[in-house]
């Protein structure tokens, strides 16, 4: 492994402060504006996601995803960057970036006219539900912000290991409306306080930190991405009272079954708050009302 992708793999990157982990909050540093991090656990984003494709909710989960992608790389990446050919932008900077993430373990493009070629290999959600339309509006939207054209997807081939996108740019000229990059910033702004962080989870063993960038809980694989897209998914409500039996469902499995409902509640703060939701506090005010605070919450590029 060479200097610079030593530089970017996660484990190194947390070391650095390139990716700085605080009480409640991480934020990356590396090369793009400062981005607010959140990690969530795979498996249920997954879920969600075939469940709403199963409810005929494919083209919304599209839209919402090249949104993202859309909001993600014209709000974040800055003007120098954008200089760049979008070849060496994606096929150096971004493979390099999403690849010691754990994004993706592979990323190229191929450029033939007006025709984008975009390869992957075990990428996020995909590697766990399969073929699905979220992953390919996400990339649509990556694609159109940084040719600044508006693109349209023409072939798509997936499989979980493996997957080959087609996008075909048009004349229509690319804009997206969000955040301005100060106010997304001021939000985000994340003071110093003691605590339990990212860091000390994965010194600790509470998280384990597999080939310096997969990161675990309890054999549960979790992603490291920037928030907005929680924000559009909320905003649309589609199937959010999915959401519940889904983790239901999940943390089950891995929840302690003789843990008290004191324990669970300390484990939900402890979680939240290391996966970068915000500071939590949570009162119990009697056995039928929990009360959950949360200060410094992420917010993202959306109006």
Request: include cysteine; hydrophobic fraction near 35%; aromatic fraction near 10%.
């Amino acid at each position: 492994m060479n200097y610079w992708d030593e530089r970017l793999r996660l484990s190194t990157s947390l070391q650095r402060n390139v990716i700085e982990a605080t009480v409640g909050g991480v934020l990356n540093r590396f090369i793009m504006r400062n981005r607010r991090l959140v990690l969530f656990f795979e498996d249920i984003i997954g879920e969600y996601i075939l469940i709403c494709e199963r409810h005929s909710h494919k083209g919304d989960l599209r839209e919402l995803s090249q949104r993202w992608g859309e909001l993600a790389f014209e709000k974040l990446i800055p003007g120098s960057i954008k200089k760049l050919p979008c070849s060496t932008i994606i096929n150096s900077i971004l493979r390099k970036s999403w690849k010691n993430l754990g994004i993706v373990d592979d990323l190229h493009l191929r450029e033939n006219d007006q025709v984008i070629t975009l390869t992957t290999k075990n990428e996020s959600i995909t590697r766990t539900i399969g073929g699905n339309e979220f992953m390919p509006g996400f990339f649509n939207g990556v694609i159109s912000a940084l040719y600044r054209s508006e693109s349209k997807i023409v072939n798509s081939l997936q499989s979980r290991d493996s997957c080959e996108y087609e996008f075909e740019l048009t004349d229509e000229p690319f804009e997206v409306k969000g955040k301005d990059k100060s106010i997304y910033n001021r939000l985000n702004y994340l003071e110093p306080l003691r605590g339990f962080t990212l860091n000390d989870a994965i010194r600790s063993g509470i998280f384990q930190l597999r080939e310096g960038y997969k990161i675990y809980f309890r054999g549960k694989r979790l992603t490291i991405t920037e928030n907005t897209m929680f924000h559009l998914v909320g905003n649309a409500n589609i199937l959010l009272d999915e959401v519940p039996s889904i983790s239901y469902d999940f943390f089950k499995e891995i929840i302690e079954e003789d843990s008290t409902d004191e324990q669970k509640l300390t484990l939900l703060k402890n979680l939240l708050q290391i996966m970068g939701w915000g500071v939590i506090k949570i009162i119990i005010k009697d056995k039928n009302e929990i009360f959950i605070e949360i200060k410094n919450p992420p917010y993202g590029l959306q109006m």
